[in-house]
């Protein structure tokens, strides 16, 4: 299989479109496999379906070495079942299906959130335990995907993972973060501090996250450090809440 065909799962999303443009940029021959299409590009082949559903999944991953898998449900939705169901057990789905179909590298999209227990984390690296509690259900559910993607890398057999944990992501075509929170602040429904008005977010800018997949996913080798880890990722200072 060539090592410059690979999937997106999620690839119509906000992350996942920057990143396939990018992997098409670089070369890449790029299969998106997503429950809608929401743009058309030269060379890329979209696969419509749930990543629930394994028969759907394989026909986008034949004959690809590399899967990103960055789709998941809003962050807002309060609904336990569904991040459940896609997150954890569309996750083990995604897995046995890259077994089934011959891929080599997984590259999952976590979220800091993981390592967030409801309290301030500064200059916080991967070696933080996950959250006992976390925040809500799709942090919850981020957590065992990661676990699940985490543990599944294995060597002996050709098949390695990696996690990349992002925090906020910004950047064109963005449909939620920025947008919602220029819109509140809009409508003057922004005029509380929490804390003393010190507190940090970190938020990452679309393309260094896109370019942390690509380095993690060209770095992804037998021997690098990098399997099985999670990293988080942001621009160019450390980790804050
Ligand atoms: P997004 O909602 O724009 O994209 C997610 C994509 O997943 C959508 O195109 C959606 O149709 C697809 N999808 C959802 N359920 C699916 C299913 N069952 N089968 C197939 N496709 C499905 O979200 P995004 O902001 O691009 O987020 C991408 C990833 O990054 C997610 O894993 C998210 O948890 C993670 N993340 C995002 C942020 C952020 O600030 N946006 C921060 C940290 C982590």
Do not use: W
Request: charged residues 25%.
């Amino acid at each position: 299989q060539s090592s410059k065909r690979c999937a997106v799962i999620g690839g119509s999303g906000f992350l996942g479109r920057h990143l396939v443009e990018k992997l098409a940029d670089k070369g890449y021959t790029v299969s998106v496999f997503d429950i809608r299409q929401s743009y058309e590009l030269p060379g890329v082949t979209f696969y419509l379906g749930d990543l629930c559903d394994k028969q759907a999944l394989l026909p986008a991953l034949r004959d690809v070495s590399l899967v990103f898998h960055c789709a998941s449900p809003a962050p807002g939705a309060d609904d336990r079942a569904l991040f459940e169901r896609v997150n954890i057990s569309g996750t083990r789905t995604v897995i046995q299906a890259c077994h089934e179909a011959g891929v080599q590298k997984l590259v999952l999209t976590s979220s800091a959130s993981v390592v967030f227990e409801g309290t301030d984390i500064k200059n916080g690296k991967e070696d933080l335990p996950y959250a006992k509690k976390p925040i809500d259900f799709y942090t919850l559910t981020k957590i065992q995907q990661e676990k699940l993607v985490l543990e599944a890398c294995d060597k002996e057999n050709g098949f390695l993972t990696v996690a990349i944990r992002p925090h906020g992501i910004f950047g064109p075509r963005d449909p939620q973060l920025v947008p919602i929170l220029v819109d509140t602040a809009r409508r003057g429904k922004m005029k509380f501090i929490i804390g003393n008005g010190s507190n940090l977010v970190d938020f990452t800018y679309v393309e260094n996250v896109v370019h942390g997949h690509v380095l993690a996913a060209e770095r992804l080798r037998p021997e690098s450090p990098i399997c099985g880890q999670a990293y988080h990722i942001t621009n160019d200072e450390p980790v804050f809440f």
